[in-house]
């Protein structure tokens, strides 16, 4: 059976732009392999409406809750492959294939990790000892002593935003060269923020901080962001042919449309501000855009 639109990605962006399509009587399919990076956020405070804040599993669990009211079909695995055809799109999982005339790409990106053991990772992630997102939560660290791990300009930069927050700020770097230029280092000294050679030798989660052991010596903080870059979750978009970035995100017009007719993508897999309102609203404007190019092409009527 031919579906109006298929979702990949189990996120923010693929759960809101699941509920609009639904709302616009839209048959619609969500591949959810429940990898959404926004399930590992301790607590969100960024997300207008919740004023404690919102963990990303409970936000989550509530949209897909809310999803529960709609005709929308959920599969709880992986798309393997994406193919276009004539007429729309063909999604390919371990289960079979289906088609649909449109699709939107909502799968995210994953976060490249400082080297420690996965459980130490996670434990950390969970207590606020490793954040990966200053915009998330540079707040909670004001005033506090924090690293960041990482080398050349990513980390300088990220060094810099953190300043604004905190007077504690230092950059260990995962191996002996810092990558910086002159520039970055007198920027960098400017600001008093501290510069530590690697390579790292260990991470270590403490009850109230972390610890990071290098050649010259160990440092205690609050928490840690490390600053190694990102990996995009773009495969099936390149698989189909649509344009990407120099980075690897889905190149996407104005209304989250892909070089490719039918093809459309929303939330971190683009290029933009990696945040769930923004995921969420690029969710929105994806969903009407595939609603109203629908209608175009065979007018929508009951």
């Known amino acids: 059976m031919m579906r109006d639109c298929i979702i990949i990605g189990g996120g923010p962006a693929g759960l809101t732009a699941a509920i609009y399509l639904a709302r616009y009587h839209l048959s619609t399919t969500v591949f959810d392999d429940y990898s959404s990076r926004a399930a590992t956020i301790p607590v969100s405070h960024n997300l207008a409406g919740f004023p404690k804040g919102i963990s990303g599993r409970e936000l989550l669990a509530r949209m897909r809750t809310q999803l529960q009211g709609y005709k929308v079909q959920i599969r709880i695995e992986s798309a393997r492959q994406l193919q276009k055809e004539h007429d729309g799109y063909r999604v390919v999982s371990a289960s079979g294939s289906m088609r649909a005339r449109t699709v939107l790409l909502a799968t995210g990106v994953t976060n490249r990790k400082p080297p420690m053991l996965a459980e130490r990772h996670d434990e950390a992630v969970a207590r606020g000892l490793i954040r990966y997102c200053p915009v998330c939560d540079g707040f909670e660290v004001t005033d506090k002593r924090v690293a960041v791990i990482g080398c050349g300009s990513r980390a300088f930069a990220e060094a810099l935003f953190l300043r604004s927050y905190t007077t504690h700020v230092t950059i260990i770097t995962p191996q002996e060269e810092h990558e910086l230029s002159e520039i970055e280092v007198d920027r960098l000294r400017d600001l008093q923020i501290g ?73 971190d897999v683009v290029i933009g501000l990696d945040q769930i309102g923004t995921a969420m609203g690029q969710a929105g404007i994806a969903a009407t855009a595939i609603r109203n190019d629908l209608n175009e092409a065979r007018p929508l009527a009951r």
């Not at 928490?223 to 773009?234: C, E, F, T």
């Not at 042919?241 to 190149?251: D, K, P, T």
């Open 195 to 267: 510069l530590q050679k690697g390579p790292i030798r260990s991470i270590d989660p403490e009850r109230d901080a972390i610890t990071v052991a290098t050649a010259s010596g160990i440092g205690e903080f609050s928490s840690i962001y490390p600053a190694l870059g990102s990996d995009v979750r773009s495969k099936l978009a390149a698989m189909a042919g649509a344009e990407l970035s120099e980075n690897g995100c889905i190149v996407v017009d104005s209304h989250q449309r892909s070089t490719l007719p039918g093809l459309y993508a929303a939330g």
